[in-house]
């Protein structure tokens, strides 16, 4: 979880996000329950408890899914990311999504204080969201999806192999959102909203 | 929890006996509370445990713990182990840290920054404990930084008398490196909750302070205050039960003492009540015609020193003297309200207008200016300065007025020219004012310069005293000079009655004659006399000056210099003070000659290598120095250090302004800028009594702070907030504060930075913005490209200006724009132009152009370009530019030209579409007579300042600074801001033709104009509104505490119960209709960046909908579009359960 140093703003601010993301989607996660709490320990991130895998499958599936995402957040490829539950049928159930807008463009020295703030925001606001969830079906299934604004190109290097195109089922009507947090704080733009499907999704 | 638990065990029938007992009970050996405790604690572990998820009966009984109590114990044993554990390694690790918090253990409450675990660390480094669960017994000091409501109600039972005290304090105190006291840190909830003593005596006793005595009891408070606050530092069973009561007895019985002096000499009531006052805050006394009231409250002094309140027993043997004393003081009396402090907030102006020291520092740039070129005439100097080593041609004349600031007061005085006279701000002869400057005849009687008044008439009772005359100073010290630059163009001035000439050029002369030549006329001119040492360099020469004085002159020759050094008091040597020549006394040296016996080497590995240089050189005569220009000042800077007394932060905070302005000034009138700011402070040393000099520094310590800014600046207001901030690292208590002194250093020629000067206004800043290279705001150098790279730009200005003109608006715009220059009218278009910017424009420029343009905007450009797109935002990356929605046939043009003639004819072409695009909006808003004017403008290509607001971009709107973004709607002319909205081109609506089922939101401007400016337009233009319900809502604005968001507007709305609108009236639609248009542009400004805050406000609005039908139908007009906008950009629908509502409940 430890930083490089000597990066460039961009990259700095990248590197926070998705360390972010680890620790927000963890909370997801741990969240909606699906694995018992003893999964989870409790751990200190930006002055705040959060939860952190303890299952090395999970943790490892999260990190790398995370970290994987860096070179492509660096570049300002990522539109969003979601956590999205599925219930047997690989139907998605509820998605968290989170919006990303990295200011590619801003140059000057991060006010990393003001980001920790924000973003400390999210985690608390995340940890009393519960209610706002839907209960989930048992047996269902979660996976991490970004959003790319545009498909990279293949390249050869390792880090772009561990995302792979997917065929996620989607919605066919637009979904219903509940806004759970939003922050923009220069040059990083995050909102988190969860998404339900329409009450007129055709029910397969 | 843990918190709870153990508190809850100390809680019952232990808590009512804690506040009875309140040191015993801490000194009680920890087995019998640990046992009081078992036995309290059974019930509370079994509670516990029943609830914990794993501990079931069984195991608990088979573990080594026999309860819950035990377990903890066992717990807290292990974490301190651990503790102390780590505490030893760090400790060992890290030798540079000092224990500063030895004896303190602190126990963090709740959510603090910086986290627990880094106070823990600090704790850990520097000596301290850290208690994972509280203990009344372990615990020292908690720290939090917020408590719930519940926890202040109940203090006592949370903290168990504990200080509650910020994080800060243990930051802070590591920073300084020493425990800091707690109680500046205390918690501001607990803070202003708590009564203090002072309220307590202000509300009981104030009542009184009509009465004669009211000042002096005010005094008292403060001194028992000090006492109490130190004594609370000390011992932080202050808050215990017992201990105020005993206060109060104390202090009761100060009072009834002081009371008593009182009595006793009422007489000095007067006086010394004034004198109260000037202890805590800051005085300027005048000396002129203060120096009696000045000097019966010096009698006083002792009685009422507020630092010491038990003195005032003395009072009784003062009796005698102060009522000798009186008649001065009532006669004077009422003159001391103009001049006491608190009357006059002009203290350091008028410190500074009275010192002597200030002028003597100021007069050096004042010499300055008026010689400016001279410097120059030195360089040569130096192929000089190789024959002056050898030969003895060199000839340096020293000149040095005789007693100046004496003899210039009394040149128009010649009755006192025999007698003794001297210099002083106060001629009270009992004062402690010292004596600047004393002539001969009284120099005869041992009077010197530096002695109290009161010494100086003890000497010479006939002692005439006068004050400064600081314009005739300046006046004679022209005249001066003017002779000596007249007679050499080598002069280095020491002071304003010192100089050194080299006359060593001026082959024809004697320096002699010369000498005594310059010394007739400066006589004749000024009427003072100058005395003049003559020698082969600068060190004899002033030497001789010595020798020569008063009114003569003294040449030394090569020869005689060592005969003339040999017997010489080391003293008289300059660069060796008292310090210095009590080091050589030690070693038997105390004249020149037996400084020669030592050698070089010796001295430089005494006192070092220069010093050691300087005695051996300076005890053989040897001075290589040049006669030169004065030295460049390093720093600038004022420092008070007589008169300083506060009485809390609030004096502070004013003195140092006062003190900002004064070196502002200083570094204004020296034409530089500085970099580093030192702030320096004089604290009363501990032990220290009041000064024997009245209302002097005494015994102090000197702290100082320093710190280093990146732009060099000479502005008041910066420096104001680095002084407030530098101040803010001290640490002192107010009170002990008797000097503070401002220095600027690394200092810039003005001249360099001259443009950056004015760059609060956004008038100044705009008249600067072309020339000015390192502006920080894109929006200038937005305006530098405007101007660098297209002059012929007008027709844009012309255009831009016109979109929204009327007759009226004309000439009213003309006005302003003369009035604000040329450059204004520039810097106002080139705002506009980020929104105006044709990115096919943009596209189509010269490569080095566009990287340039875009590096301007600081990425604004990527992010218009991001919004222009709309709904675009699946498609590409981000980070070429694309046109948006160009009309075809301009985009055409300018791909067919080429690239450079290109900018110039698009944007022109750029210009045109505009007009095209406004003459079709303006004709919609019903104000068809205008086109003709806007045309006809459009072709004269008048500069106009561009007064709609729908030519800016919102986005750098908002990005602007908040007082930036006032003065450009001031700059708007008033009418203007209202017609904004309805007159202004529908730019949004034409990238998002999304809210088209409301032709009259639609028409009259989706254009975000609503929500901009502080307070949002919509805000004034609900206020003039004559429907009730929208002047209410303009209110709301104001009550809400953070307006900038609409939610807690509306929250606010839902607090105030409300139906005053509910009765339909003609207006009714009118308001739907202003409210749905405030709404709608609060979705489109939102809805991107924060979704969050568009469903807090749609979730109020359905709950105020429940309330109010003018609110139910607002919201049932305007939630469609948001679902529209919602599936336009988010591709979502926002989740609000029953979309639509009918009816009211």
Redesign the interface.
């Known amino acids: 979880m430890e930083r490089k140093d000597n990066q460039s703003p961009r990259g700095h601010i990248a590197g926070i996000l998705v360390e972010f993301l680890e620790v927000a989607i963890t909370s997801v996660v741990f969240l909606k329950g699906i694995y018992s709490p003893g999964a989870f320990e409790r751990r200190?991130y930006m002055?705040?408890v959060v939860q952190r895998a303890r299952h090395p499958q999970l943790r490892d599936y999260i990190h790398s899914a995370v970290s994987g995402l860096l070179p492509f957040i660096e570049?300002?490829?990522v539109?969003r990311v979601a956590v999205i539950f599925f219930n047997t049928d690989n139907i998605p159930v509820e998605r968290f999504m989170f919006k990303l807008?990295v200011?590619?463009?801003?140059?000057s020295k991060v006010e990393e204080s003001d980001l920790e703030f924000s973003l400390r925001s999210f985690l608390i606001k995340l940890s009393v969201s519960q209610p706002l969830t839907k209960v989930l079906p048992c047996d269902c299934r979660w996976e991490i999806t970004a959003y790319f604004?545009?498909l990279p190109q293949v390249r050869n290097s390792k880090d772009t192999e561990l995302w792979i195109s997917t065929d996620t089922k989607q919605w066919q009507q637009?979904?219903?959102?509940?806004?759970?947090?939003?922050m923009?704080s220069e040059p990083l733009?995050v909102?988190l909203?969860?998404?339900?499907p329409?009450p007129s999704e055709p029910k397969s | 929890m843990s918190l709870d638990s153990s508190r809850s065990a100390n809680s019952g029938p232990q808590n009512s006996k804690r506040s009875f007992n309140s040191n015993s009970s801490n000194n009680k050996d920890n087995s019998s509370n640990s046992k009081k405790r078992k036995s309290n604690q059974k019930t509370l572990g079994m509670a516990w445990g029943a609830n914990s998820l794993s501990t079931s009966r069984s195991s608990f009984r088979s573990s080594p713990f026999s309860d819950f109590g035990s377990y903890m114990v066992e717990k807290n044993r292990k974490l301190q182990n651990q503790f102390d554990a780590e505490a030893s390694n760090s400790s060992l690790s890290d030798t540079s840290t000092k224990p500063i918090f030895r004896g303190v253990s602190i126990f963090v409450d709740g959510f603090t920054v910086p986290s627990s675990q880094e106070l823990r660390r600090y704790m850990l480094n520097y000596g301290g404990r850290f208690e994972n669960y509280f203990s009344r017994h372990r615990v020292t000091h908690i720290i939090c930084s917020n408590l719930p409501d519940s926890k202040i109600k109940n203090i006592r039972s949370f903290s168990g008398g504990l200080p509650v005290v910020k994080p800060t304090w243990v930051l802070d105190s590591v920073a300084v490196n020493r425990l800091l006291s707690w109680v500046p840190y205390q918690l501001d909830q607990l803070a202003s909750n708590q009564p203090t003593l002072s309220t307590f005596f202000t509300s009981k006793i104030s009542p009184a302070s009509e009465g004669v005595f009211a000042d002096a009891i005010c005094e008292v408070k403060h001194g028992t205050e000090d006492l109490c606050l130190k004594d609370a530092s000390k011992d932080a069973k202050f808050s215990e039960a017992g201990e105020p009561s005993e206060w109060r007895k104390k202090i009761t019985e100060e009072h009834d003492e002081l009371m008593h002096g009182n009595t006793n000499s009422k007489v000095i009531e007067e006086p010394s009540s004034s004198y109260s006052e000037a202890s805590q805050e800051v005085k300027v006394v005048e000396r002129s015609n203060l120096e009696q009231d000045d000097e019966s409250r010096e009698n006083n002094r002792p009685q009422y020193c507020p630092e010491q309140p038990s003195a005032s027993v003395s009072s009784h043997c003062f009796d005698n003297h102060s009522v000798k004393g009186s008649p001065h003081s009532t006669a004077l009396g009422p003159l001391k309200q103009c001049h006491s402090t608190l009357g006059d907030p002009n203290f350091v102006e008028n410190y500074f207008k009275n010192s002597r020291l200030h002028f003597i520092g100021t007069w050096r740039n004042r010499y300055r200016k008026r010689f400016p070129s001279l410097p120059n005439g030195f360089k040569c100097m130096n192929s000089h300065s190789d024959v002056s080593a050898d030969t003895q041609k060199t000839a340096i004349i020293h000149i040095d007025m005789d007693c100046f600031f004496v003899s210039v007061v009394i040149r128009s005085h010649p009755e006192l020219h025999d007698k003794p006279v001297a210099v002083c701000h106060s001629d009270n002869p009992k004062g402690t004012a010292e004596i600047s400057s004393a002539n001969y005849p009284a120099r005869d009687y041992g009077i010197r310069a530096g002695m109290f008044v009161r010494d100086a008439k003890a000497l010479c009772t006939h002692l005439v005293i006068l004050p400064y005359n600081f314009e005739a100073y300046e006046e004679v010290a022209d005249q001066f000079y003017n002779i000596l630059h007249k007679y050499c163009n080598r002069v280095q001035a020491v002071s304003c009655d010192e100089a050194f000439l080299d006359v060593t050029d001026l082959e024809g002369e004697d320096p002699k004659l010369l000498a005594s030549a310059i010394r007739k006329e400066i006589f004749e001119a000024t009427g003072c006399t100058a005395s003049a040492g003559i020698a082969v360099n600068m060190l004899m020469a002033r030497l001789a000056t010595r020798t020569a004085k008063p009114n003569g002159q003294c040449y030394i020759s090569p020869e005689r210099v060592d005969e003339y050094l040999d017997q010489l008091p080391l003293k008289a040597l300059p660069g060796i003070g008292h310090v210095l020549e009590e080091k050589l006394k030690n070693r038997n040296v105390r004249t020149c000659g037996q400084l020669r016996m030592i050698s070089k080497g010796s001295l430089q590995k005494d006192f070092g290598f220069k010093t050691g240089e300087m005695l051996w050189n300076y005890s053989r005569g040897v001075d290589n120095r040049l006669v030169g220009t004065i030295q460049e000042s390093k720093s600038v800077g004022a420092e008070v250090n007589w008169g300083v007394r506060f009485r809390d932060l609030q004096d502070t905070q004013h003195f140092l302004l006062d003190l900002c302005k004064e070196v502002s000034l200083r570094l204004q009138g020296c034409g530089v800028q500085g970099r580093t700011f030192t702030l320096k402070i004089k604290k009363r040393r501990k032990d220290a009594g009041e000064p024997a000099k009245y209302m002097g520094c005494g015994d102090c310590e000197n702290l100082s702070h320093s710190t280093t800014v990146p732009l060099a600046t000479d502005d008041v207001e910066v420096l104001q907030r680095i002084t407030k901030q530098l101040f803010g690292f001290f640490h002192v208590d107010v009170k002990d504060i008797r000097g503070v002194g401002l220095q600027v250093s690394r200092l810039e020629s003005v001249d360099t930075s001259k443009q950056v000067l004015e760059r609060n206004s956004l008038k100044s800043w705009l008249m600067s913005a072309s020339a000015s290279s390192e502006e920080r705001c894109d929006v200038s150098s937005i305006a530098k490209d405007r101007v660098g790279t297209d002059t012929e730009g007008k027709s844009m200005g012309g255009n831009s200006g016109v979109l929204c003109t009327d007759p009226v608006g004309n000439s009213v715009l003309r006005t302003n724009n003369t009035s604000n220059g040329d450059g204004c009218s520039n810097q106002i278009l080139s705002i506009p132009q980020l929104c105006h910017l044709d990115m096919g424009v943009v596209e189509s420029l010269p490569s080095e152009l566009q990287s340039e343009l875009n590096e301007m905007y600081g990425g604004k450009l990527v992010d218009l370009i991001a919004k222009s797109k709309g709904q675009g935002e699946n498609s590409t990356g981000s980070l070429c530019f694309h046109p948006p929605e160009l009309s075809k046939e301009e985009a055409e043009r300018s791909h067919n030209s080429d690239p450079i003639s290109l900018s110039r004819t698009a944007v022109e072409m750029m210009g045109k579409q505009h007009i095209l695009e406004e003459l079709q909006t303006v004709p919609d808003s019903g104000t068809g007579s205008n086109s003709n004017a806007i045309s006809i403008q459009a072709l004269d290509n008048n500069d106009l300042m561009p007064s709609s607001l729908s030519q800016v971009d919102t986005s750098v709107l908002q990005q602007l600074p908040e007082e930036l973004r006032a003065d450009l709607f001031e700059s708007l002319p008033a009418h203007r801001r209202q017609e904004i909205s309805t007159l202004g081109p529908n730019r949004d609506n034409l990238h998002h033709p999304l809210c088209i089922n409301q032709p009259e939101s639609t028409d009259s401007g989706l254009t975000n104009n609503l929500w901009i400016g502080n307070p949002p337009l919509w805000v004034d233009k609900f206020k003039v509104s004559n429907l009730l319900m929208l002047r209410f809502f303009a209110d709301m604005y104001y009550k809400s505490k953070s307006a900038e968001n609409l939610s807690s507007i509306l929250q606010c709305t839902i607090a105030e119960s409300l139906h005053p609108l509910d009765a339909k009236c003609d207006a009714w639609n009118e308001a739907v209709h202003s409210f749905n248009e405030l709404l709608m542009e609060y979705i489109k400004l939102k809805i991107v960046v924060d979704i969050e805050e568009i469903y807090v406000c749609f979730r109020l609005l359905r709950r105020l909908s429940t309330k109010s039908e003018f609110f139910l139908e607002v919201y049932n007009l305007v939630f469609p579009h948001l679902q529209d906008l919602c599936f336009g950009k988010l591709n979502t629908f926002l989740a609000l359960e029953f979309s639509i509502l009918t009816s009211l409940h």
């Open positions: 200190r002055n705040v570049k300002g490829l539109e807008t200011n590619q463009s801003f140059d604004r545009s637009p979904p219903l959102i509940t806004p759970i947090k939003s923009n733009g909102q909203f969860l998404e339900h329409s």
